[in-house]
């Protein structure tokens, strides 16, 4: 279903995420053949440049291995596809000039029906501007498709989001507008659909009668590190679990869509999120973290304003009344930071009622999602030999012995694929957002101090697990340590 005359346009292509994710995924998928035949890729931002100068800034990120002349070769064909425009973002000639450079190109295409998408890997600042140029100056009206991918932050409550998607919506319906969610690119996000809806031995423990409690965890081993003037304006909750955090939760917790198809999927997840009432402040942990080990504390990034107190690690429970989950916590947690990188599921099952074996800890099935993709069931076992003995061990499938070949894709790799196919499914819908906003605005008012004085994070050491409430924030939910065999 590909279209072969397609032109990918990135707006903010000189920036951060441009170069470290948009472009190196575009190349993933050129390298792998995945673009569509004669698909032209045209950079845009303000920066002015020649086009040696942004190849060589469009492949700066792309890592070719070494001695690997055929990947070279690629990075160098790559280059041919590449062109680039400058312009500002508020400014309809440059839009006008960037429409004649993009006629040009679909001039030389043989079927007259051409396609364009056009990416934006922009700040928020500028993002309404630009949807809206390109609406008045680049929108193609010959039979040919436009798609707009945006990033977040869609705004910041419930309220600036609202006014952020009816102003996209001005100019672009729904069929045509992405919003990314890069969490629904990831691999074993996409996974959990399969693993819910084509196993009967898991849905069957699926609900509130064999499940204690559920932890979805992020960590990061790095701090801001000069990315603190955006991070400080919008905090750990905004950052992560609003967005990526919820999607994971809401796919792992709603009931069995209709079909695979976009609006079903979509459907489920609002409908489980609109079963979640707003945050409460009780159920929440907030932390900032302090230097050590000679590493910078927050406070310490230079970006940072003095005396912020703003979260870098929170955690939240969120409670989901339907008949299905009903009492049962869901801790979402996320830090920088911290001691390691990894993000995973944590499902932990109730205990076994009159257990005839003593001292036996409780299953857990964890999806990590990464690094070093798994999923994992956590289960007693009898311990070989002439007696018998419960010992905990596992039903491990890590991905990376069980399909030894396999190449897991980029999340973004994944995603800019499927809005070149037009399909919706893992793009955030603007009821999604809606209900997201709903559930989080309360709890991020507060803490930004709309209602009164903010509350003060505790803080935690770089490179530590977290703040050292944290053990007895998840046992308050249930949360049991297994036992040590
Ligand atoms: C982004 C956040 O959305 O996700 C970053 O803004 C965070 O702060 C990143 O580091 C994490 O993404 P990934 O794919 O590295 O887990």
Not at 321 to 331: D, Q, T
């Amino acid at each position: 279903e590909l279209k072969d005359n397609t032109i990918i346009i990135v707006f903010g292509a000189s920036g951060d995420l441009a170069k470290k994710k948009t472009l190196p995924a575009l190349f993933g998928l050129f390298r792998q053949g995945f673009l569509p035949r004669d698909v032209k890729i045209v950079g845009y931002a303000r920066t002015k440049m020649d086009k040696v100068e942004f190849d060589k800034r469009a492949t700066s990120y792309i890592k070719t291995p070494e001695g690997d002349s055929e990947f070279a070769g690629q990075v160098e064909s790559f280059k041919n596809i590449l062109t680039y425009v400058s312009g500002a973002y508020d400014d309809g000639a440059a839009f006008d000039n960037l429409n004649r450079h993009l006629e040009e190109i679909e001039s030389k295409y043989q079927s007259k029906e051409c396609n364009r998408l056009f990416y934006l890997a922009l700040p928020p600042s500028v993002f309404i501007d630009v949807a809206r140029n390109i609406k008045e100056h680049c929108y193609v009206t010959k039979g040919g498709v436009n798609r707009i991918i945006i990033e977040k932050p869609f705004g910041k409550d419930l309220e600036s989001a609202r006014e952020l998607l009816s102003s996209v919506k001005q100019y672009w319906s729904e069929d045509e507008t992405f919003r990314i969610d890069h969490y629904l690119g990831k691999e074993m996000v996409k996974n959990l659909l399969v693993l819910r809806f084509a196993n009967v031995a898991m849905g069957a423990a699926w609900d509130k009668n064999s499940i204690s409690n559920v932890q979805i965890t992020f960590k990061e081993p790095f701090g801001t590190e000069g990315r603190g003037g955006y991070f400080d304006e919008f905090g750990m909750i905004r950052d992560v679990l609003q967005n990526h955090l919820l999607q994971v939760l809401s796919i792992l917790t709603m009931e069995r869509p209709v079909s695979f198809s976009a609006e079903d999927i979509r459907d489920e997840k609002v409908k489980v999120l609109r079963s979640i009432p707003p945050i409460e402040r009780s159920d929440t942990l907030l932390g900032q973290y302090v230097s050590a080990n000679g590493k910078p504390g927050y406070l310490d990034d230079e970006t940072v304003p003095p005396n912020s107190v703003c979260p870098t690690f929170a955690a939240t429970t969120l409670w989901i009344h339907n008949p299905r989950w009903e009492g049962v916590p869901f801790i979402l947690k996320a830090g920088k930071a911290l001691n390691e990188a990894k993000v995973e599921v944590r499902i932990q099952f109730k205990d076994v009622t009159q257990g005839i074996f003593k001292d036996i800890s409780r299953n857990e099935l964890v999806i990590r999602i990464q690094p070093s993709e798994a999923v994992y069931l956590k289960l007693n076992a009898k311990t070989p030999g002439l007696y018998t003995r419960a010992i905990p061990t596992e039903m491990d499938l890590t991905y990376k012995r069980r399909f030894t070949d396999a190449k897991i894709p980029e999340a973004y790799e994944a995603l800019i694929l499927d809005a070149l196919r037009g399909d919706h499914s893992n793009f955030v819908r603007h009821d999604e957002l809606d209900v997201a906003w709903k559930i989080f605005t309360p709890i991020l008012h507060w803490i930004d101090g709309k209602n009164g004085s903010p509350p003060r994070p505790v803080p935690y050491p770089y490179g530590s697990r977290g703040p050292k409430e944290l053990d007895t924030f998840i046992q308050k939910y249930g949360y049991k340590r297994s036992v040590e065999a």
